[in-house]
């Protein structure tokens, strides 16, 4: 493609050409000379098409592939940079780069059209950079400071080896933005934005594609000057030399908008603007884990010029990936580790990246499933992930406290302070038309005075955001929006959640329909069109309990089996996976085990029991796949307290995991918590309450096999997550705790929980208030 130029650059260069044709041609007529001169223009434009294809606005590009001499040409203009001490031309992924020594080495450009800005103008410089180490002081990639103003401005990093740009303008008005982002000292090649929108009155920053500062600053002058522009070093006494790699520098007459950054870093070929053959270099990492019956994506990239095809050297069966793009698609059929090949090639090389996928077999049937979050985690800051390694975790000040779940256990987050992050979140960079579905269950009794958020995404490296909660109403809320703020909400429609039962909430983006739909308890409650035009990427945390804003917007209640599935979930699928579940719920009034004579007795209580058919015991030695180990008859109905026992005669070594499957005659079935039991000795504490349910009165507490004196806490709490009481206790020196609270006569009838926080575990127990 042409670049587009404007108007003043095509007068600069008219003249240029002109006044040095005229020169050179002493004596010819004014039409032969300027009919030469339009000649050398269109021979000038014509010789700086370019294979690939770059964006409008570029005033100046230097691709620093230069290997000998002391001048470096720029593509789209007859400006040059010089030098008396070079730099070293070095490889890169651009065809060459220029390495600077920091001591010596820099390029200084005389020409200042194309770096002469006024207060409202806007321009972007693009570079790739590559550096390693500290310094004792910045260190300059390239700058321009006057001598005959205060104005200054320059792209480099700090001693530290964050990216750093200053901006002053002739008035020395201005700021610099420093310690944003990732450090780039790493010795990886990095690409490095650096912006001012002028009518926006913003200067940005970006690092490999993301934002990662950005502010509001009105100028009050220019930034005019005769000072050159310098690259490897500042013109000023101490110099702030550069010691690293440079490469593909672009200025641009405009702000970049947000998706030509994300583009111009991680489109792979499509990056480069210069016209040299370049054999291919992978950029990507390699996605290593995948899920019998799910599907396995990995999106390939690579540099190279012409662009190069994608196949493999060695696959496994049913794996495939598409020559032009790259993008890897398959679905395991079996559990186990299997070898990967890929190779990349145009006609000036190839190469090749060789990685291994750990496959594991599924626990649920549903199709897509890309995330899953049990959330019966009893103690620690991760919070597993069966379908990927990208654990949910917390600050221990944040930690959700255990409570029974609606399968299994879940997490019960008290409206103030805890929260959970997932970090890795790029199965949430959703593109414009792609389709998902999310998935939780959810049990509140609060009367939100502000929208409380269950899972969203905050992003701040563009305005992109995302959320699903509770409003002020107790409703479902379902808010979408890209990352130009672009999208809609759908909100205020179905039943309330505040009403101290488990529901199940879930929300579909239907790319291909451009609909988002939201649900509750297995009907769809709402929806809205929309046809998003940018994506959904960010650096930013996905957050559970919270979303990442001054006001939080905490979540007080209990949250369960979170779910993210890279398709949309049809009417029927979300109708059938809330019956599947509410069908099987049984709620258990205890579920312990200890480790006796060599072996682990469990033992469990039901308050009531409805068709309940058998109990299988499961075990597991991770806490993640489990196996069953035996089987226990139910009764099958009952409205008393009825007590089970199972013994595993032949308990793991080390730590042991058990859980209930129960299971109903219809088939249906629901989880117990997980009882954790060391070999040796218990894990897990008996936990007595009693007289249990109650009225008013004494309420009697003992628990045993606790760490002897060490301080714990003692709480009773509502479902809500509400304290009624909280004290600190010591353990006695015989492992015990045993105290006596009283449940006063205005306490309203309902479920409490009686919980005791330990260094090393939380138990609970559930306490029934009658009225």
């Not at 310690?179 to 929108?197: A, E, L, Q, T, Y």
Request: charged share 20%; proline share 4%; glycine share 8%.
């Amino acid at each position: 493609m042409t670049y587009s130029y404007s108007y003043r650059y095509i007068s600069s260069y008219f003249s240029d050409i002109t006044q040095r044709i005229r020169r050179s041609m002493a004596g010819t007529n004014r039409l032969q000379t300027t009919l030469v001169a339009l000649t050398a223009i269109l021979l000038l434009l014509t010789t700086t098409v370019v294979q690939a294809k770059c964006p409008p606005g570029i005033v100046h590009y230097f691709p620093l592939d230069e290997t000998t001499g002391s001048t470096y040409a720029d593509n789209v203009s007859p400006v040059t940079a010089s030098c008396t001490s070079c730099p070293t031309p070095i490889s890169s992924m651009f065809a060459g780069a220029q390495k600077f020594n920091g001591t010596s080495n820099g390029l200084i450009i005389t020409e200042k059209q194309g770096f002469e800005w006024g207060r409202y103008d806007s321009f972007t410089i693009e570079m790739w950079v590559q550096v390693t180490g500290s310094a004792p002081d910045n260190r300059v990639i390239m700058g321009r400071s006057a001598k005959d103003s205060g104005m200054s401005w320059w792209v480099g990093v700090d001693p530290e080896g964050y990216a750093v740009f200053e901006l002053y303008d002739m008035q020395r008005k201005g700021f610099w933005i420093e310690k944003s982002g990732k450090k780039i000292n790493d010795g990886k090649w990095h690409h490095v934005v650096v912006m001012r929108h002028g009518m926006h009155m913003r200067n940005r920053l970006y690092i490999d594609g993301y934002k990662v500062a950005e502010y509001r600053y009105d100028y009050t002058a220019d930034f005019l000057s005769e000072a050159p522009v310098t690259i490897g070093y500042l013109d000023l006494s101490h110099g702030y030399r550069y010691n690293g790699a440079v490469d593909e520098i672009i200025v641009y007459n405009r702000a970049l908008e947000e998706n030509e950054v994300r583009a111009r870093f991680g489109e792979g070929a499509s990056v480069y603007c210069g016209t040299k053959t370049i054999a291919p270099t992978i950029t990507s990492e390699p996605v290593t884990f995948g899920v019998v019956g799910q599907p396995y994506l990995y999106d390939v990239q690579a540099t190279g010029n012409p662009a190069p095809t994608y196949s493999f050297n060695s696959n496994p069966p049913g794996m495939s990936i598409n020559a032009s793009t790259g993008q890897i698609t398959w679905t395991p059929a079996a559990a186990g580790r299997q070898n990967v090949t890929v190779l990349v090639k145009n006609s000036a090389g190839q190469a090749e990246q060789t990685f291994t996928i750990d496959v594991k077999n599924a626990i649920d049937k549903s199709v897509g499933l890309r995330h899953h979050w049990m959330l019966h985690e009893t103690s620690g800051l991760h919070f597993k992930d069966y379908y990927t390694p990208y654990d949910a975790t917390c600050e221990s000040g944040a930690r959700p406290s255990p409570v029974p779940g609606v399968i299994s256990g879940g997490q019960r987050f008290n409206g103030t302070e805890a929260g959970l992050d997932v970090k890795e979140s790029y199965n949430f960079n959703w593109d414009p038309t792609e389709s998902f579905t999310i998935e939780l269950w959810a049990r509140t009794t609060t009367n939100p005075s502000d929208n409380q958020v269950m899972i969203g995404r905050q992003a701040m490296d563009s305005d992109m955001h995302w959320w699903i909660g509770i409003s002020t109403t107790g409703q479902a809320v379902f808010d979408l929006r890209d990352l130009q703020w672009q999208g809609t909400m759908v909100e205020k429609s179905g039943p309330k959640l505040n009403d101290g039962k488990w529901h199940q909430v879930v929300a579909v983006r239907d790319g291909a329909a451009g609909v988002n739909r939201l649900y509750v308890d297995g009907e769809k409650v709402g929806e809205s069109s929309f046809r998003y035009q940018n994506s959904f990427a960010s650096l930013s945390p996905v957050n559970i309990g919270y979303l990442n804003l001054a006001g939080k917007y905490r979540y007080q209640g209990d949250l369960d089996e979170v779910k993210l599935f890279g398709r949309a979930l049809t009417d029927e699928e979300i109708r059938q996976n809330y019956e599947t579940v509410y069908d099987g719920i049984v709620e258990l009034i205890k579920f312990e085990g200890e480790f006796v004579n060599n072996t682990v007795q469990l033992n469990w209580e039901t308050q009531t029991e409805t068709d309940l058919s058998h109990f299988v015991v499961e075990r597991s030695e991770n806490g993640l796949d489990f196996t069953e180990i035996g089987t226990v008859q139910a009764n099958g109905s009952s409205s008393v307290l009825l007590a089970y026992n199972y013994t595993d005669e032949q308990p793991l070594k080390g730590t042991s995991y058990y859980r209930l499957r129960i299971v109903k005659e219809s088939g249906a079935h629901t989880f117990s918590n997980i009882v954790i039991i060391e070999f040796g000795g218990t894990v897990l504490s008996s936990f007595y309450l009693y007289p249990n349910p109650i009225q008013h009165g004494d309420l009697k507490v003992e628990v045993n096999n606790l760490v002897p004196d060490e301080k714990v806490t003692f709480m009773l709490s509502d479902l809500s997550g509400r304290r009624m009481m909280v004290k600190e206790l010591q353990v006695e020196g015989d492992g015990t705790i045993k105290l006596t609270e009283v449940i006063p006569e205005t306490m309203a009838g309902g479920l409490y929980m009686v919980t005791i926080v330990t260094k090393a575990k939380t138990l609970s127990r559930k306490l029934v208030v009658l009225d």
